[in-house]
DNA sequence: ATAATATGTCAGTGTTGTTGACATTCCAAG
DNA sequence: CTTGGAATGTCAACAACACTGACATATTAT
């Protein structure tokens, strides 16, 4: 089978690639990333919410009760930029900010029932999507796909990537 | 929590898709469009450009003598915001802008030398770590990688897509 | 006691996106 | 030939979201 073919050059260990394929690839990431964005951008606007909101409560969502300084280094912003989105959304009672028990000068963020709720529909938009490529795709190509962009990540995000996924594959 | 999921599943041509999977695949692409960008940004930073310049610069250099109105829907950015970024790069010597000959109001754009270096090392920047990515997951993944991001584009944005590249797989 | 940590806040700046309004140039249809 | 509309450029104002730098306040660690 096909599948064979590509494998082989895979164990001799070299990929020949054109400018043009991997032109191709970068091409498809910049078109991809708009199609991943859109939906939730389009409840995000009737809010008044932005981009950067979603991503704080997407991922005090995964990690319910992490503090502040984790959220940053996630995120990979600054906290100024980050407390600006907070500040609102805490206001807004989408978001809970409790001092810690253990270490007072933490604050663990969690999301309340209104968070949660703005999460789901946002996550919910944004699987849509997904799970219609994936299906469209096939599991095999799923797997590549998350090889992939594993490989493109940055070493430090990896990390974040790792610790949230559990490491284990798609 | 379902556990076991794996491919054979495939076969049966009902993928089934937990919301941990896909939320993985949804962090997959936040993390990883976070490298995607990394090494062309330090490069613009230096030069004060940010990335809306990258942009312009790739598609032209994809498809020279294109017109404004064309890059508009390419880059799906208002004229406003398009031209402030062609016009610091008309100024700076980067981008030739040129009157159409068949139609006189429209603008052709393409690259001077200046340009194309420029644009050449963005494009290495990028190329090099798609090109390490592509590598260390293997030809397979990298199939099923553009195969799913594929699926994931808007259709209007799958269009340009499939100008520029032609069509044709990886 | 002092230093370091975790967090919050203020003020300023830059990039990149948005709307709205308006001028110019030019093609095409009446 | 006039008129409508398309393609382009530009001005102004504004918002989201990133940045830096400086400073304040608890709290913990040494």
Redesign the interface.
């Known amino acids: 089978m096909a599948?064979g073919q590509?494998?082989s050059?895979?164990t001799h260990g070299?990929?020949f690639?054109t400018?043009e394929?991997?032109?191709?690839?970068?091409?498809?990431?910049?078109?991809?990333?708009?199609?991943?964005t859109?939906d939730p951008d389009r409840i995000l606007a009737e809010k008044s919410y932005g981009r950067a909101h979603h991503?704080a409560l997407?991922f005090i969502q995964?990690s319910p009760g992490t503090t502040v300084n984790n959220l940053l280094s996630t995120l990979?912003v600054t906290k100024q930029s980050l407390n600006r989105v907070l500040r609102t959304l805490i206001c807004d009672g989408l978001v809970l900010n409790e001092v810690g028990t253990k270490d007072k000068r933490q604050r663990h963020l969690s999301l309340t029932d209104a968070g949660r709720e703005l999460e789901q529909a946002l996550?919910n938009a944004?699987?849509d999507?997904?799970?219609?490529?994936?299906?469209?795709?096939?599991?095999?190509?799923?797997?590549?796909?998350?090889?992939?962009?594993?490989?493109?990540?940055?070493p430090e995000?990896?990390k974040?990537?790792d610790q949230?996924?559990g490491g284990d594959i798609?």
């Open positions: 599948q590509n494998r050059e895979h070299l990929l690639l400018d394929q991997l032109r191709k690839g970068i091409e498809a990431m910049f078109f991809a990333y708009r199609g991943f859109a991503r997407h995964r990979g996550s944004q699987r999507r997904m799970r219609t490529a994936y299906r469209q795709a096939g599991a095999e190509a799923v797997y590549g796909f998350c090889t992939v962009l594993e490989a493109m990540m940055d995000l990896k974040h990537y949230l996924t798609v």
